[in-house]
């Protein structure tokens, strides 16, 4: 069989970018197949799209809160038309590294199209057929609506839509309190919406529990009001209003609904059975090398079972490069590290204090609060904590949470991937005053027991004795 191509990527997300551009790079003959817009999810209606809104709120937040370091508050007027072009701006900024014209340059045929697969090794895109050894699904995922009695029949908005609002929302309701649901809860809210969130108990269910109690108190002091006690049974939509009733009797009303329940693998299109790739109920089934059951295909980020965020997109199509590039085995790494941007931020590597303790029989917590870090104290943000998970003495996990938090969790990602240390860590000198203190002061929490315990003493009561000896000696030859 000739084929047409090395590789062939199929999705133009962070996924497919990072493999199509690496691939490129390295003299392969690459197809890159996007059927909408390059960037996919992350730049167009994800990450980029709803940091910039959470920025644009947290400006409107300061101008409130001044009043806190002696400046008079002020009501912020918030122009939805003026927010939405920020948003334009920030997704025009970050556009052309996503965009065609840089995998052009890199040798990347990049094809505007919807690929199906028609066998093992080939696809078509329309009536263009193409063949490659190695095919690459990246396909991204899609929101997951719930079977809610009604919904169907109402206008919501999803992260596909809610970017193109016309008007800011009287009263946006949020089903659904992942971090979708949490940061445009603070988002909209902080610009001036009245906003309910409904959610499943316990909220913020994959979270330290600690953190997650601070992050909801935190929405709930900014008037978000928060309905997690019972299931919502129906969706009805009214008069320039939407109506969830829930199980309880209760009725929620609201000019607009955002739901934001999750989401499905995009796989439709895409005629799996003919390649034999195997799906389960969380997308596409791969191992930890992302190799699917057809050893020709690997399948990367939201398309894929495995945790669905940009930088873990951005890992598969590393290992996909390594893999396809020059034959390396390369595998995932297992903790991947996830941040809720609002303020305070919530940011998680590896499993939490609950699941650690479910887990193992001695686990060891050391806490420190952002209250005793002069940074925070400084800039009135104090709120938060860290919190080291430890088990027989081994670095297991970390929450951080307080207002970015985010930013410090490069030197846990390194030491949890064996790239640095803890002791390494808590020698660290590290400038003053920054938030990243905490790290360190965390870090030596560790080992204080052991730098202040017995065996420390002894030798410090030793050397002092030998060292009262030694002098004592000096002196009395002096004289
Ligand atoms: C509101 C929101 C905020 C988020 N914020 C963050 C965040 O702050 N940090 C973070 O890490 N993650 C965040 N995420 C998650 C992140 O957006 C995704 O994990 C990431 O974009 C997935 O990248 P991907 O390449 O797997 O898929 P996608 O970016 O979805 O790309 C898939 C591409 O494939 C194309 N495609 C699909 N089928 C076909 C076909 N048959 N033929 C051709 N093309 C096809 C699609 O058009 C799409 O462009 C957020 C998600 C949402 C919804
Ligand atoms: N900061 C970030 O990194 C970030 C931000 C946004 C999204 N994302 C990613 O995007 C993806 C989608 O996020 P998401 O928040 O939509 O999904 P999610 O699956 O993380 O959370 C969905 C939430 O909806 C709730 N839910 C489901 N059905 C419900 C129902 N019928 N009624 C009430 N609540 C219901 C679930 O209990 C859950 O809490 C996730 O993979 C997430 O990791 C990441």
């Known amino acids: 069989m000739r084929f047409s191509h090395d590789v062939i990527v199929i999705g133009g997300g962070s996924a497919g970018l990072t493999t199509a551009g690496g691939c490129g790079r390295l003299g392969l003959r690459t197809a890159l197949i996007e059927r909408a817009r390059m960037g996919g999810e992350c730049l167009n209606s994800g990450c980029v799209p709803s940091k910039a809104l959470l ?4 400006r409107a937040q300061s101008m409130r809160d001044a009043g806190r370091v002696g400046i008079q508050p002020v009501a912020p007027v918030v122009v939805w038309a003026e927010v939405r072009a920020h948003l334009a701006r920030v997704q025009a900024a970050i556009a052309p590294h996503d965009g065609r014209e840089r995998f052009e340059a890199w040798g990347v045929e990049v094809i505007a199209g919807e690929a199906s697969f028609t066998g093992h ?25 719930p079977p809610i009695d009604g919904l169907a029949e109402v206008p919501f908005l999803t992260n596909e839509t809610l970017w193109d609002l016309a008007v800011l929302p009287d009263h946006l309701v949020i089903l659904g309190a992942g971090p979708v649901g949490i940061e445009m809860a603070q988002a909209f809210r902080r610009l001036g919406s009245a906003v309910t969130l409904v959610g499943q108990v316990p909220p ?70 003919q390649a034999g790739v195997e799906v389960g109920p969380d997308g596409i089934v791969v ?19 495995g945790p669905r965020l940009t930088h873990a997109a951005g890992e598969d199509g590393a290992i996909a490069v390594a893999r396809i590039g020059f034959g ?17 931020e919530l940011a998680q590597l590896g499993p939490t204090e609950a699941d650690a303790r479910g887990r ?17 104290l400084t800039a009135h943000s104090a709120g938060g904590f860290g919190k080291l998970i430890l088990v027989r003495g081994r670095l297991v996990g970390i929450t951080l949470v307080g207002e970015h938090a ?21 020698g660290a000198v590290v400038p003053y ?47």
Request: some cysteine; glycine content about 6%.
């Open 287 to 305: 191992d930890a090398g992302r190799r699917t059951s057809n050893p020709a295909v690997m399948a990367l980020g939201d398309c894929r079972a």
């Open 328 to 344: 390396l085995r390369s595998r995932v790494q297992t903790n991947v590290p996830r941040v809720i941007y609002t303020e305070p």
């Open 406 to 426: 985010g930013e410090l969790m490069l030197p846990w990602v390194m030491l949890m991937g064996r790239r640095t240390s803890l002791w390494g860590l808590s």
């Open 55 to 58: 920025a644009a709120a947290a």
């Open 433 to 479: 005053p920054t938030r990243s203190e905490i790290s360190k002061a965390l870090a030596f929490a560790a080992y204080e027991d052991r730098l202040f315990g017995r065996h420390a003493r002894w030798w410090a009561g030793l050397l002092a004795w030998l060292r009262r000896g030694l002098a004592a000696h000096s002196e009395s030859t002096a004289r």
């Open 204 to 273: 913020l269910a994959r979270e330290d529990r600690d953190a997650a109690s601070l992050l909801l108190a935190c929405l709930a002091a900014e008037g978000v009001t928060l309905r997690f006690d019972a299931t919502v049974t129906a969706a009805r939509a009214v008069t320039n209003a939407v109506m969830l009733t829930l199980a309880d009797g209760s009725v929620v009303r609201g000019s607009h609904l955002l739901v934001a329940t999750g989401r499905v693998a995009d796989l439709d299109a895409l005629d799996l059975l």
């Open 121 to 145: 090794r080939t696809i078509r895109i329309g009536e263009r057929a193409l063949s490659a050894p190695r095919i690459v699904v990246a396909t991204g995922s899609r929101p997951r609506i």
């Open 360 to 376: 193992h029989a001695e686990v060891r917590v050391i806490r420190q609060e952002l209250g005793d870090n002069d940074r925070a």
